[in-house]
């Protein structure tokens, strides 16, 4: 029924990026890491939350859709049961082990560092939801921009 589905979708959670992406340079060896604030937007908790996470330095372009097929780096996995209409959670992704000659080259956009979330979750109607979104660092505006393309979706 339409009246239903409609109510669902006004009711339902809705996970997403509230906020900047900070990123956060350290000494070599120390990776590059970034925290990200996610929320839900919705008025009902989302549950069974897996985020996977990458922040990927390279010196080539990367279509985020053909890198999560093989990624060389991964961020890891994290989970949560719910997450509640307004609350704040932090992920944190950080690159592989880092030398100062990479993160110089990230701080000053010879090398590209790229960010991808990929956001799966339940509603309360037991519906299944994907969030994804790739970012690429901006060094001069010290800052995450969405990547060209059509890899970013939400439903």
Not at 5 to 33: M, T, Y
Not at 69 to 89: C, L
């Amino acid at each position: 029924d339409a009246s239903i589905a409609n109510s669902h979708l006004e009711q339902r959670s809705w996970l997403g990026i509230k906020g900047d992406i900070d990123v956060h340079f350290s000494e070599a060896p120390i990776p590059i890491s970034v925290s990200i604030p996610l929320t839900n937007y919705g008025k009902t908790p989302a549950r069974r939350i897996l985020v996977e996470q990458i922040l990927h330095a390279s010196e080539n372009i990367v279509d985020p859709i053909n890198y999560m097929k093989h990624p060389t780096e991964t961020g890891g996995e994290k989970s949560w049961t719910v997450i509640f209409p307004n609350q704040v959670i932090v992920v944190q992704p950080t690159t592989g082990i880092t030398d100062t000659l990479g993160i110089e080259s990230v701080k000053n956009g010879r090398k590209l560092l790229y960010l991808i979330l990929v956001i799966n979750y339940e509603d309360i109607f037991d519906q299944r939801h994907l969030t994804r979104m790739c970012a690429k660092y901006d060094p001069q505006f010290k800052a995450f921009r969405a990547c060209q393309g059509d890899y970013d979706y939400a439903n």
